[in-house]
Nanobody, 124 residues
Framework: QVQLVESGGGLVQAGGSLKLSCAAS????????VGWFRQAPGKDHEFVGA????????SYADSVKGRFTISRDNGKNTAYLQMNSLKPEDTAVYYC?????????????????WGQGTQVTVSS
């Protein structure tokens, strides 16, 4: 089992950058695939991106491809979401999730463990 805590959210102007962190408990974090999702007010959870346990594979939603980058440092039990060229439509609560998948899942059902979320607000 793993517990996840996101941090790094905040208020930023359009065009700016933020870097979110997802800190995990436990010594087996390196064996978990990590996904990032977001939920805007009144909308369902949306897949943002994911990274495999060895960081060999990544997957991104079309809406963030080229602007967002996922990385991880298994030695620090932490995954990251670097967000550049932010747009007002990126405003949402961002969640990290993890599971022991051998594949990179783009679905919420592919992840058993979730953080509490961190708010990202992009002003125009």
């Amino acid at each position: 089992q793993v517990q996840l805590v996101e941090s790094g959210g905040g208020l930023v102007q359009a065009g700016g950058s933020l870097k979110l962190s997802c800190a995990a408990s436990g010594r087996t974090f390196g064996t978990y695939t990590v996904g990032w999702f977001r939920q805007a007010p009144g909308k369902d959870h949306e897949f943002v991106g994911a990274i495999s346990w060895r960081a060999v594979s990544t997957s991104y939603a079309d809406s963030v491809k080229g602007r967002f980058t996922i990385s991880r440092d298994n030695g620090k039990n932490t995954a990251y979401l670097q967000m550049n060229s932010l747009k007002p439509e990126d405003t949402a609560v961002y969640y990290c999730a993890a599971d022991r998948n051998w594949y990179v899942s783009r679905s919420r059902s592919g992840y058993a463990y979730w953080g509490q979320g961190t708010q990202v607000t992009v002003s125009s």
